[in-house]
């Protein structure tokens, strides 16, 4: 896309924040097509005109609604590992979390990273952002939550939220600065003072880890779903469970409530999605993503459309109201995962190991890596246009059998330190060879065994 078109919608992004119908069932597409790899999770803006989702390819991506298009406003590009979990904060900006340990504040304008802050290494799973748009919390692997003030555009630390014993997966925002939940792999939902930080209380205790919490708008109740399937409603004052929701056969990966708090809806690791009006708690509707589990759930601001998110590249849309019978579209995403039916062993590693980050076309395709495509002879860290770390650029040598056989003898970790490409080895020599007779057969143009395989896309 130009800079200049970008600019221009941009510009209608930022005009189009006036209104506050947002748009209705038929002007949304039925799929948000632009990511390079699964996509983590969904969120609408609270006009119903703009999405915010984020992926393992890396980006966060800001989308404009309308006219039965999405529209790809911005990527939001700077993390260096797949980004879990992103939010509005107000009209002008948005925060995100990422594998890589970070929480990262983006001008949705002009889609810049405005601040970041790095907690050291764990990953992140998800953020919150209160009422107006002055604080943000995010959830860490390293047993602890983190508050931050958004302010002036820049994110400064006030608190380090802790006293679990596991991974915090989820943080939520009560409302009117009531308090902050958090919900652990321990299987605790705690609440923390929004000002301090301070633990108030462990509110309660499931017997398996907790995946994710949505606070309800009434300040009294948190929603649940744990790794056992289990999706129930917490009373906060009382701690206790009241009331029971039909469980998942897999964990529960992501929860959603609407706009208006009427509806919620749940997904899981068993491809369900369920639908339940809030106010008596009744299933709505239910449907089963064929293509695996629900990382990412929104309903939109009329109540009529769920979009949801997994291992596909895109979001899709499944209208629940007037129920539209769920018909799974035709889908290519199965591709990248499945093992080609070749015999080529090195062909096999690169479908397994390499192929969802990586493309050996000439076209990256948004994937989080470097197309392979002309690798070898090729400088480290030199594609034009790909946003390398600074490991990458300023290494200095050249990719040949030998340098890429080293960087999984060795880990990229060992060969390219401070790289943002995942840690991983090829100890065996024989798999090794394989894989590298395989890369640059497939990446030489002259060959043209990149085009010939689905496998190996
Ligand atoms: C989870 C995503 C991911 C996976 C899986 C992955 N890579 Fe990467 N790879 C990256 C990223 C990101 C970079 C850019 C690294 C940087 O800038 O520090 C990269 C860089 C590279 C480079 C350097 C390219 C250049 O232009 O200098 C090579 C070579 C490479 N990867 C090969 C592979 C192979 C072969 C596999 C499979 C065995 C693989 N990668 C698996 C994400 C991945």
Redesign the pocket.
């Known amino acids: 896309m130009s800079k200049t078109f970008r600019a221009a919608l941009a510009g209608a992004y930022i005009a189009l924040l006036g209104g506050t119908t947002g748009a209705l069932a038929e002007e949304w597409p039925t799929r948000l097509e632009g990511h390079g ?1 699964p996509v983590k999770s969904v969120v609408i803006s609270a006009d119903g005109k703009s999405v915010l989702s984020a992926s ?1 390819d ?1 980006a966060a991506i800001l989308w404009a609604i309308a006219d039965g298009d999405a529209k790809i406003v911005h990527r939001l590009i700077g993390h ?3 980004v879990n979990d992103a939010r509005f904060v107000n009209g002008t900006f948005a925060v995100s979390v990422s594998d890589d340990g970070s929480i990262a504040l983006w001008n949705l304008e002009s889609g810049e990273m405005a601040s970041r802050i790095d907690e050291g290494g764990d990953k992140m799973l998800s953020v919150a952002v209160n009422e107006d748009g002055s604080r943000a919390i995010a959830a860490s692997w390293d047993h602890n939550a983190y508050l931050y003030a958004v302010e002036e555009g820049r994110l400064s630390r006030i608190a380090k939220l802790g006293g679990h014993r596991g991974n915090v997966n989820s943080v939520e925002f009560l409302p009117e600065g009531k308090g902050v939940l958090t919900a652990s792999y321990d299987g605790g939902i705690r609440l923390f003072n929004a000002a301090s930080g301070e633990l108030e209380r462990e509110i309660y205790a499931h017997g398996w880890g907790i995946n994710v919490i949505k606070a309800m708008p009434n300040g009294k109740t948190v929603l649940f779903g744990a790794t056992d399937g289990a999706v129930g409603l917490v009373s906060i004052a009382a701690g206790e469970e009241v009331k029971v929701l039909p469980p998942h056969e897999r964990p529960v990966l992501s929860l959603a409530l609407s706009k208006d708090g009427t509806k919620a809806a749940s997904g899981g690791g068993d491809g369900k999605i369920r639908f339940f009006s809030t106010l008596d708690w009744a299933l709505e509707e239910e449907f089963e993503n064929p293509y695996g589990p629900v990382w990412g759930i929104a309903i939109t601001p009329d109540n009529t459309l769920v979009l949801y998110a997994g291992l596909d590249d895109h979001v899709k849309a499944w209208q629940v109201s007037p129920r539209k019978p769920f018909e799974p579209v035709d889908n290519d995403f199965p591709r990248r995962f499945q093992i080609s039916e070749t015999d080529d062993p090195g062909e096999l ?2 479908a397994r ?6 493309t050996l076309k000439p076209d990256d395709a948004n ?4 197309t ?1 495509y002309r ?1 070898f002879g ?6 034009a246009g ?4 600074k ?3 300023e ?1 200095n040598f050249i ?1 040949t059998e030998k340098t ?1 056989s080293d ?2 003898d060795h880990g ?1 970790d060992v060969v ?1 330190p ?5 840690i ?1 080895r ?1 100890k065996d020599e024989t798999a090794r060879d394989a ?1 590298v007779a395989f ?1 640059k057969r497939a990446t030489d143009p002259a060959n043209g065994a990149a085009n010939k395989k689905e496998g190996a896309q």
Not at 367 to 370: D, E, K, Q, T
Not at 386 to 389: C, T
Not at 418 to 422: A, L, R, V
């Open positions: 790899g393992f890396y260096e590992a797949a590693q690169f190991k390499c192929s969802v980050c990586h994937r989080a890596g470097p392979l690798l090729r400088k480290a860290g030199s594609l790909y946003p390398y770390s490991a990458l650029k290494a990719w890429v960087l999984f990229p390219t401070g790289s943002k490409m995942p991983q090829l894989l890369l």
